[in-house]
């Protein structure tokens, strides 16, 4: 049972475009969320985060937007650059960001960003 | 930020052995878990090591298979016992930092198990 969904596999995008990831979850119990990046060879690294008592959060280029009622998170990177490809995970936990570690993750979505 | 090293970074094994993984953070943490990334799959948690006693396990992983030992505060073991090609994944360590948030959890490097 795939509680946290990451539908597409890849994406290409340009650089200096928007690149913007989707995540798709079931579990309603589910009140925190995490986008992680990842490098081949290398462990993820945390990107950004939001809790479900807001529906955006930014940090410089990536903003997380949320729809709890369509239980559904996107990822915008703007602008896009060739540095940014990596996996990109969506992470997703209960109890509001403390129950330390209890992440469920998606399959990951592979970004190139084209120069 | 932590550094955290895991040991070996990858191995290929003969079935029916078993790997020891080790991680080694140079900060003081306050958790620490083992994930497993299978071949096209997302990352699935195994445990939480908790230091001086048994492993808290996630459904589906018993202690007999991934025996995790947790000594002291920056420094815990993964097991993969009784190996069968199914077990070839990423294993993944992961560390809380003492004093910091839920959302600064650092990953380690991985170690790419390959079973025969």
């Known amino acids: 049972d795939q509680q946290v969904k990451q539908n597409s596999p890849s994406l290409s995008v340009q650089e200096g475009r928007i690149s913007i990831l989707n995540c798709d979850y079931t579990n309603s119990m589910f009140d925190y969320f995490l986008w992680y990046k990842k490098y081949p060879a290398e462990g993820p690294t945390f990107l950004i985060s939001?809790?479900?008592?807001?529906d955006k959060n930014e940090d410089g280029r990536f903003t997380v937007f949320l729809n709890k009622s369509a239980k559904h998170l996107s990822l915008h990177i703007v602008p896009s650059q060739p540095g940014d490809s990596a996996v990109y995970f969506c992470a997703a936990s209960e109890g509001g960001g403390t129950s330390y570690g209890k992440l469920t993750f998606g399959q990951g979505t592979i970004l190139t960003v084209h120069p | 930020s932590a550094v955290i090293s895991q040991k070996p970074s990858r191995d290929i094994c003969q079935r029916g052995t078993s790997l020891t993984i080790q991680c080694q953070v140079d900060?003081?943490?306050?958790?620490m878990f083992w994930y497993r990334q299978q071949p096209g799959q997302s990352l699935t948690l195994i445990a939480t090591a908790n230091q001086g006693s048994e492993a808290t396990y996630e459904s589906g992983f018993v202690i007999d298979k991934f025996p995790i030992s947790r000594p002291n505060l920056t420094f815990s073991t993964l097991t993969v016992s009784n190996m069968s090609p199914e077990d070839s994944s990423i294993y993944l360590c992961s560390v809380v930092l003492l004093g910091q948030g839920f959302d600064e959890q650092f990953f380690g490097p991985g170690t790419r198990l390959t079973v025969l």
């Open positions: 939001i809790s479900s008592i807001k």
């Open positions: 900060s003081q943490v306050t958790m």
